[in-house]
């Protein structure tokens, strides 16, 4: 196994993922074309070296779900010095005494997994002791689209009231979007994903409540096995681990 951990191509990984994303975007609606979609790197039990490795192949923006991981690859000296543009998103369950470590870190781009107004308050209260002077920090309402108990995330039928509250009373928060982990192991032959189709309502029907436009408000859906077809179905942030950075051991 660490035999093909070792051998597995992060450059050839990063570029077969590219080009599989800009087919997916084109084969999308007109009206999807405009929007170009994000590639996160779930970068995720993978070590630095990994990291910089798809950076220096022109990859940008870094996703991890642990708040201790992701604190220690953000302070990771040879990553402060490569890959000094880098911008890392959370896309994990945050606890709210965890806010300050990551909020403090340098490059934390974005926060994906919003799922309670409890946690937008602590966020929102937060970040001005961390981000430069008047900026706000971008984050994602995580939606539990599956209905699954154990999943994170604002069931739909409250995502109206959550934007609403961010939008309101969240002077020092900029919703980005919407964002789903969905269940895992559908099969995209089995025809387009309830999970896809479920955020992209949830979507139009908060723009259409709050007077919002769609363009302003992002999917993010779509990892390594279902992210063309995420892409065609709208998604514009994937977040994509192992098709990337190769096999990963699952936790515990
Ligand atoms: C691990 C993880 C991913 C990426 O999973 P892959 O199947 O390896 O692409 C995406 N999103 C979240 C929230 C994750 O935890």
Not at 13 to 26: C, I
Not at 168 to 193: A, F, V
Not at 216 to 221: A, C, G, R, T
Request: proline fraction near 5%; include cysteine.
């Amino acid at each position: 196994m660490l035999k093909i951990m070792s051998e597995f191509d992060i450059k050839q990984g990063l570029r077969v993922v590219l080009s599989k994303l800009e087919e997916a975007s084109q084969r999308r609606k007109p009206e999807l074309q405009c929007i170009k979609p994000t590639l996160v790197a779930v970068s995720k039990t993978k070590p630095a070296s990994c990291i910089i490795e798809a950076y220096e192949e022109g990859q940008r923006h870094f996703g991890e779900n642990y708040v201790n991981e992701l604190v220690e690859k953000a302070n990771n000296p040879d990553i402060l010095e490569k890959c000094k543009d880098i911008k890392w998103h959370f896309i994990g369950h945050l606890q709210s005494n965890k806010i300050n470590k990551v909020l403090a870190l340098k490059n934390i781009h974005m926060i994906e997994t919003v799922d309670s107004q409890k946690l937008a308050t602590n966020l929102n209260k937060s970040w001005p002791n961390f981000g430069p002077p008047d900026s706000k920090l971008k984050i994602f309402v995580q939606v539990n689209t599956s209905g699954e108990q154990e999943k994170n995330g604002i069931e739909p039928k409250e995502v109206g009231n959550l934007v609403k509250f961010i939008l309101s009373d969240c002077k020092n928060l900029q919703l980005h979007g919407l964002m789903t982990i969905g269940k895992y192991g559908y099969n995209p032959e089995d025809g387009p994903n309830p999970d896809f189709l479920k955020l992209k309502s949830c979507r139009d029907d908060v723009c259409s409540n709050l007077e919002l436009d769609w363009k302003s408000v992002n999917l993010s859906m779509g990892m390594s096995d279902d992210f063309e077809q995420a892409i065609e179905l709208g998604s514009t942030y994937v977040r994509v681990g192992s098709k990337i950075f190769g096999y990963r051991p699952k936790k515990n």
